[in-house]
């Protein structure tokens, strides 16, 4: 599939992961997202890094350049097919195609990679689920590159500056599940990176890197994209399914699970933008390269969108597990004002809770870490928000967000999201009572884990976080507002 193959000999399957690895003493393991904020927190004696200190003396962070995955992130090359193929992708996509599915699979087990859009599920795990359906059904991949999490915008720089790694990666992802094709779910907004993509599918296309003998394999695979309207709730991958086909994007009951039902009524793999682009180069350079990267059970490289109060707001690819001072003040130019100015961070993107500056002082990016402060990596979105920052009307806003965006399916959901909003704005004023915030708690507690899909659980995350991290400044807010009212 590439101009060198024709004059050198087919790899060995010790060969592709040997290529390029390197050694690190790391550990392995998983962990559940959805029970993230029910889990009880760890004493906050430093656990994060004493975590580390623990099981190793390594810092984390730091990542080289020759060890980054996407080399055009900030399209500062040309995003065709031939600068794609100088940079590495497409090289030796043949063998790897050819070595089947056991092997790619396994390849991506050992790397341990954990899906990137935001659930962190083991990917090799979830791919392999499309072995159970035996029957003579087409199998389906389909990419969310939706992205319409607020502050999550890694997907669309790798659409934008390097399609031909996403293609790749289809093409490889899709072999692992022995699938007859891939759709690609891209946001309606995302136009530029739509019109790349669509070029960058063409070109692959004509050069017979996919359709028909992709590659030269004999395994056949196209490719497809499909613009979505636009709706935040087409990022469940049920929804997202439900818009393909034509219908009202709302989530579906399981079971049945996608793997098994899915797009047109056929097995079905939903998998996130950056998880398949980075699984060609897992292969080419072995799972145990990638898995030498970031802490036991949070392994490999990982796109980290850093907005808000920064002076250099960027999407860099870094090591998982670097600590998030390290990340902001190194990548991003620190906060405005320095780093005691923080006043906290939204850690993965608007559904996730926002941690405090003490927590944020040493707590690593990395599933794990975060879980343990009752938050989450979620799509790595990094919000900073400074002393300027009013946090509850931030709070405030992200439930006016999920009001707007929630389906109305599940009763919970579209009822308690319009609560949740009213009394969050009357918390931005101080026009409340202080039994109200327990009250609010309840109302999250309601709505968390009682919908079909997480959207409840986004909706009630933010609210938690700000009632646990910052309840002094609501009480504040409403002492404040009653003795202006008593003083008129």
């Given at each position: 599939c590439s101009p060198c193959n024709g004059c050198r000999p087919s790899l060995s399957t010790q060969t592709i992961p040997a290529m390029l690895s390197r050694a690190h003493t790391v550990s392995r393991g998983l962990t559940a997202a959805r029970s993230l904020a029910q889990r009880a927190r760890v004493p906050r004696v430093h656990h994060a890094m004493a975590a580390v200190t623990a099981t190793s003396t390594r810092q984390y962070g730091g990542l080289a350049d020759q060890d980054r995955i996407f080399q055009n992130l900030y399209g500062k090359h040309d995003w065709g097919l031939k600068s794609s193929m100088k940079r590495g992708t497409w090289y030796r996509?043949?063998?790897?195609?050819?070595?089947?599915?056991?092997?790619?699979?396994?390849?991506?087990?050992?790397?341990?990679?954990?899906?990137?859009?935001?659930?962190?599920?083991?990917?090799?795990?979830?791919?392999?689920?499309?072995?159970?359906?035996?029957?003579?059904?087409?199998?389906?991949?389909?990419?969310?590159?939706?992205?319409?999490?607020?502050?999550?915008?890694?997907?669309?720089?790798?659409?934008?500056?390097?399609?031909?790694?996403?293609?790749?990666?289809?093409?490889?992802?899709?072999?692992?599940?022995?699938?007859?094709?891939?759709?690609?779910?891209?946001?309606?907004?995302?136009?530029?990176?739509?019109?790349?993509?669509?070029?960058?599918?063409?070109?692959?296309?004509?050069?017979?890197?996919?359709?028909?003998?992709?590659?030269?394999?004999?395994?056949?695979?196209?490719?497809?994209?499909?613009?979505?309207?636009?709706?935040?709730?087409?990022?469940?991958?049920?929804?997202?399914?439900?818009?393909?086909?034509?219908?009202?994007?709302k989530p579906r009951l399981k079971p049945p699970f996608p793997a098994n039902v899915g797009l047109f009524g056929c097995p079905t793999t939903v998998a996130n933008v950056e998880t398949v682009a980075v699984a060609p180069t897992i292969c080419r350079r072995g799972g145990d390269w990638f898995s030498s990267f970031g802490r036991e059970r949070n392994h490999g490289t990982k796109l980290f969108a850093i907005s808000g109060n920064v002076n250099k707001p960027c999407v860099v690819e870094e090591e998982m597990s670097i600590s998030l001072r390290e990340l902001i003040e190194k990548h991003a130019g620190g906060v405005t004002g320095g780093w005691d100015n923080l006043l906290g961070v939204i850690p993965g993107g608007s559904s996730v809770p926002v941690l405090p500056k003490?927590?944020?002082?040493?707590?690593?990016?990395?599933?794990?870490?975060?879980?343990?402060?009752?938050?989450?990596?979620?799509?790595?979105?990094?919000?900073?928000?400074?002393?300027?920052?009013?946090?509850?009307?931030?709070?405030?806003?992200?439930?006016?967000?999920?009001?707007?965006?929630?389906?109305?399916?599940?009763?919970?959901?579209?009822?308690?999201?319009?609560?949740?909003?009213?009394?969050?704005?009357?918390?931005?004023?101080?026009?409340?009572?202080?039994?109200?915030?327990?009250?609010?708690?309840?109302?999250?507690?309601?709505?968390?884990?009682?919908?079909?899909?997480?959207?409840?659980?986004?909706?009630?995350?933010?609210?938690?976080?700000?009632?646990?991290?910052?309840?002094?400044?609501?009480?504040a807010r409403i002492d404040a507002y009653h003795q202006s009212a008593d003083s008129a």
């Open positions: 996509t043949k063998d790897i195609v050819l070595k089947g599915e056991d092997w790619i699979l396994d390849e991506v087990k050992k790397s341990g990679l954990r899906g990137r859009g935001g659930a962190g599920f083991p990917s090799g795990l979830k791919w392999s689920f499309m072995k159970g359906a035996t029957d003579d059904r087409p199998k389906y991949l389909v990419v969310n590159a939706d992205e319409g999490e607020p502050g999550t915008c890694k997907d669309r720089e790798i659409m934008r500056h390097d399609p031909h790694s996403l293609i790749e990666g289809c093409l490889v992802a899709g072999r692992a599940m022995n699938a007859r094709a891939a759709y690609i779910y891209i946001r309606g907004e995302f136009f530029v990176e739509a019109s790349n993509l669509q070029v960058a599918i063409n070109e692959a296309y004509d050069a017979g890197l996919i359709g028909k003998d992709a590659c030269g394999t004999g395994y056949d695979f196209d490719v497809y994209l499909f613009r979505g309207a636009g709706a935040y709730i087409c990022g469940e991958e049920t929804a997202l399914i439900e818009s393909i086909e034509g219908k009202t994007g003490d927590i944020c002082d040493d707590v690593l990016m990395d599933f794990d870490a975060l879980v343990a402060e009752k938050s989450g990596l979620g799509t790595a979105a990094v919000i900073v928000m400074d002393k300027s920052q009013d946090i509850i009307d931030c709070i405030s806003r992200l439930s006016d967000f999920y009001v707007h965006e929630s389906c109305g399916q599940c009763t919970p959901c579209r009822e308690g999201t319009t609560w949740l909003s009213k009394v969050m704005h009357r918390l931005v004023s101080g026009n409340a009572q202080k039994s109200e915030i327990d009250m609010l708690w309840e109302l999250t507690k309601q709505i968390e884990g009682h919908t079909i899909c997480a959207l409840g659980d986004a909706a009630a995350w933010p609210v938690q976080g700000l009632i646990r991290h910052f309840r002094p400044e609501i009480e």
